[in-house]
Structures are given as structure tokens and as C-alpha cells.
């Protein structure tokens, strides 16, 4: 067998525009996919953006029912009692400026007669609810967040499907008037 005298060269590709077998159908493919990536970065970064402003919100009510409460350290002087689900009340004493207090107050289940809970107080000396902790502000824009980039999710694939799949039939009717006219000449049928 004889060896070639040039060794051979991969053939140099077809330019896109020039290609005969690219079609129309093709580039709108390509670009449905570019918009839809784009589409999802961009709905990942305002979710992003949504959550920390829900985050920084949520701390910001914390603040504002805090600026008016005092935390003073309570001693518990009953056992709790149930007083719904998963709530448990009992009588507790705190001293502060004005003098001596004793008030029914929400307490941890396993709270014993004589232990120290921390309570706040408005300027009247009534007990009030703790603020929101950063746990559940976090906890709470992570949700939200979460579910609004689904939705996006959701929508935005349903737009893309939609969108291929309007674009696949109307490469199949393409298709399929192109091969009526070429069909004839191959299988010499007239």
C-alpha cells in the first residue's frame, strides 16, 4: 500500500451563513435558549436582591418593637400551664425603676418555679411579645424568595417549551413542503 505523499487536512467548516443545511429554525432555537438562560440569571439576582430587602425589613420591625420594650430578667413563681398550642404561660415577678411587678406572661414549657426568664416590658410594665429574631426574618425571606423563583421558574419554562415547541412545528411544516417538492425527483415518481 502506498503512503500518501500529503497528509490530509480536515476540511475547513462551512461558514453558518453559508451552510445549507442551517436554517431559520435554527438560530431562533439558539437564540430561545440564550433569552431563556438570560431570563433565569436575571430572575435568580432579583430574587436575590428581594430577599435581602425582605431580610433588612424584617430586622428594621424588629428594631422598631424593640426601641419601646425593656428586657428585664423575670423569676418564674408558677409552674406553666398549657394555654393553647404549644404555648405555655405562667406568673411571673421582675423588679425594675418604678418597683416591684407581677404578671401572666408566655414561658418555655420546661420552666420550672424559680428559674430566671427573660422577658420585655413596655413603659406601662406589661409584658409584651418578644421581637422577631434574625433567625425567623431570615427564615422568613428565604420563603418568599424561594417561592417567587419558582413561580419565575415555572413561568419562564413554560415559555420556553411553548416557545420550542411553536418553533419545531413550524420546522416540521417546513420540512414537509420542502420533501413534497424534492420527493418526487428522488423517488422519480411525477
Same mark, same amino acid.
Given at each position: 500500500?502506498?503512503?500518501?505523499?500529503?497528509?490530509?487536512?480536515?476540511?475547513?467548516?462551512?461558514?453558518?451563513?453559508?451552510?445549507?443545511?442551517?436554517?431559520?429554525?435554527?438560530?431562533?432555537?439558539?437564540?430561545?435558549?440564550?433569552?431563556?438562560?438570560?431570563?433565569?440569571?436575571?430572575?435568580?439576582?432579583?430574587?436575590? +436582591?428581594?430577599?435581602?430587602? +425582605?431580610?433588612?425589613?424584617?430586622?428594621?420591625?424588629?428594631?422598631?418593637?424593640?426601641?419601646?420594650?425593656?428586657?428585664?430578667?423575670?423569676?418564674?413563681?408558677?409552674?406553666?400551664?398549657?394555654?393553647?398550642?404549644?404555648?405555655?404561660?405562667?406568673?411571673?415577678?421582675?423588679?425594675?425603676?418604678?418597683?416591684?411587678?407581677?404578671?401572666?406572661?408566655?414561658?418555655?414549657?420546661?420552666?420550672?418555679?424559680?428559674?430566671?426568664?427573660?422577658?420585655?416590658?413596655?413603659?406601662?410594665?406589661?409584658?409584651?411579645?418578644?421581637?422577631?429574631?434574625?433567625?425567623?426574618?431570615?427564615?422568613?425571606?428565604?420563603?418568599?424568595?424561594?417561592?417567587?423563583?419558582?413561580?419565575?421558574?415555572?413561568? +419562564?419554562?413554560?415559555?420556553?417549551?411553548?416557545?420550542?415547541?411553536?418553533?419545531?412545528?413550524?420546522?416540521?411544516?417546513?420540512?414537509?413542503?420542502?420533501?413534497?417538492?424534492?420527493?418526487?425527483?428522488?423517488?422519480?415518481?411525477?
Amino acid at each position: 500500500m502506498a503512503t500518501p505523499s500529503v497528509a490530509p487536512q480536515p476540511s475547513a467548516p462551512v461558514p453558518r451563513r453559508g451552510n445549507p443545511l442551517h436554517r431559520r429554525s435554527d438560530s431562533l432555537r439558539f437564540w430561545v435558549r440564550v433569552v431563556f438562560a438570560a431570563a433565569l440569571a436575571v430572575a435568580a439576582a432579583l430574587t436575590v +436582591l428581594l430577599g435581602l430587602h +425582605l431580610y433588612a425589613d424584617g430586622r428594621a420591625e424588629a428594631a422598631r418593637q424593640a426601641s419601646g420594650l425593656e428586657r428585664v430578667d423575670a423569676v418564674d413563681a408558677t409552674a406553666p400551664v398549657a394555654a393553647g398550642v404549644d404555648t405555655w404561660v405562667a406568673t411571673l415577678t421582675w423588679h425594675d425603676a418604678s418597683g416591684s411587678h407581677r404578671a401572666q406572661a408566655p414561658v418555655p414549657p420546661a420552666t420550672a418555679p424559680g428559674d430566671h426568664v427573660p422577658l420585655y416590658v413596655d413603659a406601662k410594665g406589661i409584658p409584651q411579645p418578644d421581637p422577631i429574631p434574625a433567625v425567623q426574618s431570615a427564615g422568613s425571606a428565604a420563603t418568599y424568595s424561594l417561592a417567587i423563583f419558582s413561580g419565575a421558574v415555572l413561568l +419562564l419554562s413554560g415559555g420556553y417549551a411553548f416557545s420550542r415547541h411553536r418553533i419545531d412545528a413550524s420546522a416540521w411544516k417546513s420540512w414537509e413542503s420542502e420533501w413534497a417538492k424534492v420527493e418526487p425527483e428522488w423517488t422519480h415518481r411525477r
